[in-house]
């Protein structure tokens, strides 16, 4: 069973900063890519960043790219997402999931595990 926690959220004001925490008891944590995804009251979930096993490979979606860095520790079994400038429209719950494999997904359908979530507020 493979269980993810996420930490970090809260309120803060446009423009501000958050970092976003994800730990994992995969022990196999190294060998898979790592997701984060996001869900707005009344919207579907989105994808927001994804890693992959190594590290080596990044996406984003278009309306975090340049504000938004998803990193991971493999000694820690973590994954964060940093997020700066951020906008009213970012306000939603961040949730991180495991991927199927070790390639960086952006559908939430290729992930087989995931976190209860961590609200972000973001107020104009």
């Known amino acids: 069973q493979v269980h993810l926690v996420e930490s970090g959220g809260g309120l803060v004001q446009a423009g501000g900063s958050l970092r976003l925490s994800c730990a994992t008891s995969?022990?196999?944590?190294?060998?898979?890519?790592m997701g984060w995804f996001r869900q707005a009251p009344g919207k579907e979930r989105e994808f927001v960043a994804s890693?992959?096993?190594?590290?080596?490979?990044?996406n984003y979606a278009d309306s975090v790219k340049g504000r938004f860095t998803i990193s991971r520790d493999g000694a820690e079994n973590r994954v964060y997402l940093q997020m700066t400038n951020l906008k009213a429209e970012d306000t939603a719950v961040y949730s991180c999931?495991?991927?199927?494999?070790?390639?960086?997904?952006?559908?939430?359908?290729?992930?087989?595990?995931w976190g209860q979530g961590t609200q972000v507020t973001v107020s104009s």
């Open positions: 995969e022990r196999t944590f190294n060998s898979y890519a």
């Open positions: 999931a495991t991927a199927k494999s070790g390639f960086p997904y952006t559908s939430w359908a290729s992930y087989a595990y």
């Open positions: 890693i992959s096993w190594s590290g080596g490979a990044t």
